[in-house]
């Protein structure tokens, strides 16, 4: 089973994606929870494995998601870049260590954010009438 600091790891990242632009919180809020009920049943190692790659600590600030998301939001607030682009560039690396499945889960992930979003209307016949 998961460590019990993965709740609050999970409530975390959610506070964290409430900065985020509506579709990218939206996206994030969905992969996140799908993630976190995915490993909920995994062995010690994997769990660790896990938790590592989305938590936040001062002994490992580079690479964590809460982290990275953390500082993202922070330069946006603050107006240090001029457009904000939240996660980061893969290496070629990185990904040669992703198995099948979490390669077939990233291009999911990109096709769903590269997605172009279409604005919601609501028509005049739509509205309560009291």
Do not use: C
């Not at 790659?53 to 982290?67: I, K, L, Q, T, V």
């Not at 999911?108 to 005049?124: F, G, V």
């Amino acid at each position: 089973a998961m460590p019990g600091g993965a709740r609050a790891l999970y409530r975390r990242i959610l506070l964290l994606h409430r900065a985020l632009p509506a579709a990218l919180r939206a996206l994030g809020d969905r992969y996140v929870k799908e993630e976190f009920r995915k490993h909920k049943a995994a062995g010690p190692a994997e769990a660790q494995r896990f938790l590592r790659e989305w938590e936040a600590s001062a002994r490992r600030p580079a690479g964590n998601y809460a982290a990275l998301i953390q500082q993202q939001i922070n330069e946006d607030k603050e107006n240090l870049r001029e457009k904000t682009v939240y996660g980061i560039q893969l290496t070629e690396e990185k990904l040669n260590d992703f198995r099948d499945e979490q390669i077939g889960q990233l291009k999911e992930l990109m096709d769903e954010a590269t997605k172009p979003h279409k604005e919601m209307t609501i028509s005049k016949d739509s509205e309560h009438k009291t």
